[in-house]
């Protein structure tokens, strides 16, 4: 799947990188297990990061297109800063706020389905589960119940689902107004 946004496709090949690298850990010893688990953690917190920025970026650029001027574009990145729970509800909203335009007409549509806003909203809620758990790793390391091997790939295909959708956001000028294409 490649993005029509060049930026995303560079932030996707990052994190597939890392993906990558942390499904090949053999698990052959306890400290292996143990890194094993921590890159769990460490997969979901990238993930949400991944969909953090693309949605900050396509929101933007979004922006950009409308032709909103200088002043504006600075006070829009000034509010997507404070974009950083990047539930399906908040992006949703985010959609709203800033373009005036409901993502859910995807949903509607048939370009994404109920099962992707789920699993997006699953790797979001395991990483807030993750990073505001104890600071003591003995009490979570091994509890994480999210695997990236067994529960990432899915989830992941969700999450890209949606995004795919939102990539394909632009203005029309003629009617003044955002559409999907």
Same mark, same amino acid.
């Given at each position: 799947?490649?993005?029509?946004?060049?930026?995303?496709?560079?932030?996707?090949?990052?994190?597939? &990188?890392n993906?990558?690298?942390?499904?090949?850990?053999?698990?052959? =010893?306890?400290?292996?297990?143990?890194?094993? =688990?921590?890159?769990?953690? &460490?997969?979901? &917190?990238?993930?949400? @990061?991944?969909?953090?920025?693309?949605?900050?970026?396509?929101?933007?650029?979004?922006?950009?297109?409308?032709?909103?001027?200088?002043?504006?574009?600075?006070?829009? !990145?000034?509010?997507?800063?404070?974009?950083?729970?990047p !539930?399906?509800?908040?992006?949703?909203?985010?959609?709203?706020?800033?373009?005036?335009?409901?993502?859910?007409?995807?949903?509607?549509?048939? @370009?994404?389905?109920? @099962?992707d806003?789920?699993?997006?909203? !699953?790797?979001?809620?395991? @990483?807030?589960?993750?990073?505001?758990?104890?600071?003591?790793?003995?009490?979570?390391?091994?509890?994480?119940?999210?695997?990236?091997?067994?529960?990432?790939?899915?989830?992941?295909?969700?999450?890209?689902?949606?995004?795919?959708?939102?990539?394909?956001?632009?203005?029309?000028?003629?009617?003044?107004?955002?559409?999907?294409?």
């Amino acid at each position: 799947m490649a993005f029509n946004c060049a930026d995303i496709n560079t932030f996707k090949s990052e994190l597939d &990188t890392n993906v990558l690298v942390a499904q090949n850990l053999k698990k052959d =010893s306890h400290a292996t297990i143990k890194i094993q =688990s921590l890159l769990n953690i &460490t997969i979901y &917190t990238l993930a949400t @990061r991944f969909l953090e920025g693309c949605v900050k970026l396509i929101i933007y650029n979004c922006a950009i297109m409308r032709g909103d001027s200088p002043a504006q574009l600075t006070k829009l !990145e000034s509010d997507l800063k404070k974009i950083n729970n990047p !539930e399906y509800t908040n992006i949703k909203d985010k959609f709203i706020e800033h373009l005036g335009f409901d993502i859910i007409n995807g949903l509607s549509a048939g @370009r994404y389905k109920k @099962r992707d806003i789920s699993l997006l909203d !699953e790797i979001v809620k395991n @990483r807030h589960k993750n990073v505001h758990a104890s600071h003591d790793p003995a009490n979570w390391y091994n509890k994480n119940i999210k695997d990236i091997i067994f529960n990432f790939p899915s989830e992941y295909s969700g999450l890209l689902n949606i995004l795919e959708y939102l990539d394909t956001i632009r203005y029309d000028s003629v009617n003044s107004k955002f559409v999907d294409l």
